[in-house]
């Protein structure tokens, strides 16, 4: 269950947004099904735009969001973006100070949760298109991963602990009431088998809990997974 490291992710983040690309150009001006106010493209338009400010905040690097001029953002189409994103990434080391929305300030924080960002718009994009995609199994641990540590808790808590389970390559989790976590092999009050995609695609409720097999208490499990992943 170890996250991508540097160069890894970087391969990712390409890989995932080329694939993005790709698929929506199979399907221009779809609908979007997880965001049904988007087109297609509006989602590359926003996947343009995340790209071109995690680029500027790493490469300046930005320390605050106050007196922050969005016009200072250069405006680019998709792969110039990714490309900028990338190269200021690669020229960053991951403990530069950097604004995050996370309590994690610093550059490595962007190059793990972009992997995340790239992951689940391609499957916004593959979906679109109406198409089959795989998401390389390591990429989608990392992205759980990364998930499960910026997942907001309810106020009330999950309401029971929740264990995940990838049933195609290493990767287990478990999620107690109050957020606190731990990884190997757990009982807990709910069970969520399926492949790193499917659990990935749940988690960011791309994909229906029936998507995986549920064990023990539904209402923890439909709790745990409409709980927001991005805190």
Request: net charge negative; hydrophobic share 45%.
């Amino acid at each position: 269950m170890t996250l991508l490291d540097r160069d890894a992710s970087f391969e990712a983040i390409d890989e995932q947004g080329r694939a993005l690309v790709a698929a929506c150009a199979g399907a221009a001006n779809v609908k979007v099904p997880a965001c049904p106010d988007w087109t297609t493209e509006d989602l590359l338009a926003h996947v343009a735009e995340v790209h071109s400010f995690w680029a500027y905040v790493v490469a300046t690097p930005l320390l605050s969001l106050e007196g922050f001029d969005e016009s200072a953002v250069e405006r680019l189409a998709p792969d110039a973006a990714r490309t900028h994103l990338l190269e200021a990434l690669r020229a960053a080391p991951d403990d530069r100070t950097v604004w995050t929305w996370s309590s994690d300030q610093s550059a490595g924080f962007v190059r793990r949760f972009q992997v995340v960002e790239a992951a689940v718009h391609r499957a916004d994009a593959e979906q679109a298109a109406g198409r089959s995609f795989a998401i390389p199994p390591a990429t989608a641990v990392h992205a759980i991963a990364v998930s499960l540590e910026t997942m907001s808790v309810p106020d009330a808590g999950f309401g029971g602990s929740v264990h995940l389970h990838c049933t195609d390559t290493e990767g287990e989790w478990t999620v107690y009431a109050n957020g606190a976590q731990s990884t190997g092999h757990e009982k807990a009050d709910a069970a969520l088998r399926g492949s790193a995609q499917d659990i990935l695609l749940a988690l960011w409720r791309r994909a229906p809990l029936d998507a995986l097999e549920v064990f023990g208490d539904r209402t923890v499990a439909d709790t745990f997974v409409g709980a927001d992943p991005r805190a």
